[in-house]
């Protein structure tokens, strides 16, 4: 089975400033996939990065990189240079690498940004 | 970029009563979508897997028979609340893979707010 854990429930960080957003998964799988996805308060979720677990390089995109730690099974998300609409609910997520397997989802983290 | 498209957004219904949620893949074809529901700043939980053409698989706790889904065609999954209750108030939101994408992300779609008095 697999089960994703996020640790903070709430984290707070003044525009500008970077932040890292903690998860971390078990799984049994050799090959799975690891993924972020923000939800602001109108309910959408957006997808952010994605990584593999064969993948060497941490992911980037933008201003989102992925701190990926394969035998410690974390997979942390880093915001730099945070802004005021980064202020959302963000899911750490898993799935396995076959063809219709769902995305397991962590409790998530709620991320206020104040000026 | 592959999109999802869930309709209502938002619908109030009244005890008893049943509601329909569409799920659509705009510009792929999906032959696996995925239901999920969240309460008030809760995650997302996994109701059940819908296959084109197959019965759906449900999550262990989830009434088959109370979430009916049907998945028809290629592009259009549905979610039919049987019978509503209030304690079935809660978001509920799609997502689509593709038949090529498993290791891409899933597209979700903006979600359903139903609320039953």
């Known amino acids: 089975a697999q089960k994703i854990t996020q640790t903070q429930p709430g984290m707070f960080v003044q525009e500008k400033e970077a932040v890292t957003l903690d998860c971390t998964y078990d799984t049994s799988d050799q090959s799975y996939g690891l993924f972020w996805y923000k939800q602001p308060s109108s309910g959408e979720m957006i997808f952010l990065i994605y990584q593999g677990s064969y993948d060497e390089q941490n992911a980037t995109e933008g201003r989102y990189s992925l701190n990926f730690q394969k035998a410690r099974k974390s997979a942390n998300l880093v915001i730099s240079a945070s802004q005021l609409g980064d202020s959302a609910m963000y899911f750490c997520?898993?799935?396995?690498?076959?063809?219709?397997?769902?995305?397991?989802f962590g409790k998530g983290t709620t991320l206020s940004v104040s000026s | 970029g592959a999109v999802v498209s869930q309709h209502p957004s938002w619908v109030i219904c009244k005890s008893g009563t049943s509601v329909k949620i569409e799920c659509r893949s705009l510009?792929?074809?999906?032959?696996?979508m995925f239901w999920y529901r969240q309460f008030p700043k809760q995650s997302l939980m996994l109701m059940a897997t819908s296959n084109e053409g197959s019965k759906a698989t449900y999550e262990q706790g989830v009434e088959k028979d109370k979430f009916l889904i049907n998945h028809a065609s290629l592009t259009l999954s549905t979610l039919t609340v049987t019978s509503a209750h209030p304690e079935d108030s809660s978001f509920y939101i799609c997502s689509a893979a593709a038949r090529d994408l498993h290791r891409s992300p899933l597209h979700f779609g903006n979600g359903t707010r139903l609320t039953v008095t």
């Open positions: 510009d792929f074809q999906a032959t696996t």
């Open positions: 997520a898993m799935r396995g690498d076959q063809a219709g397997t769902a995305l397991i």
